[in-house]
């Protein structure tokens, strides 16, 4: 399975995905990567992987059409089959999302439908989670269709959320557990292990 991999930030779980591969976990290779941030961390990690990197942003063009025909058509060039999102900060357009339909998913920092949504991403997460008191959070794999966070979830794993935590300590453990999640919900779809019926999605 080809994969391209959007990130706007340093793109630990892109790292992740990259560290799987190469221990012949993830029967599957990275085809490009795709940032709206030039100064992406994940950019250059995929340079010296000799993965083609794209910064690609919509201030670049003058429609969000132009902007999503641009995208799309890198995708194909580089023969792209799903996209993993990791740690992208853009929503994804109709066309992109259709064109990809049940091919694309994100890793979100806690239990999805919770602590989800407009906003809520980074360390916004983690503090949202603190301020309400949660005793448990933890990370989710889910697939991506027009709505932030709302699409089935693949995978999902807890951590206790213990008193001493603060958002900065919680961000750790999640992020571990992260790392763990991702690439085996990429590793089930590359084997053609997930059942989908209407909008639940099963791993065989």
């Known amino acids: 399975m080809k994969i ?33 941030n030039s100064g992406a961390g994940a950019l250059e990690t995929a340079r010296s992987h000799n993965i083609p990197a794209f910064h690609l942003s919509q201030k670049q063009f003058p429609s969000e059409d132009a902007f999503s025909d641009s995208l799309i058509s890198l995708l194909q060039d580089h023969g792209a089959q799903f996209i993993a999102l990791a740690g ?31 906003g809520m991403y980074g360390m916004n997460v983690h503090e ?14 889910h697939l991506v269709d027009e709505a932030y966070d709302r699409g089935p979830i693949v995978l999902q794993k807890s951590v206790e959320v213990t008193a001493d935590d603060d958002a900065a300590s919680l961000a750790v453990k999640v992020l571990k557990i992260e790392h763990e999640l991702y690439p085996l919900a990429l590793k089930a779809f590359a084997e053609g292990r997930v ?6 999605v099963w791993i065989r």
Do not use: Q, W
């Open 195 to 200: 059942v989908f019926k209407g909008n639940k």
């Open 128 to 141: 949202a989670v603190i301020a309400a008191g949660a005793k448990v959070s933890g990370a989710t794999v």
């Open 4 to 36: 391209a991999v959007f990130a706007s930030g340093r793109g630990s779980n892109f790292e992740a995905i990259l560290d799987a591969m190469r221990e012949g976990l993830l029967p599957a290779r990275v085809c490009v990567v795709i940032s709206n």
């Open 88 to 118: 992208y900060l853009k929503k994804l357009s109709f066309p992109v999302v259709e064109r990809y339909r049940n091919k694309i998913t994100n890793m979100h920092p806690a239990l999805l439908p919770s602590f989800g949504g407009p």
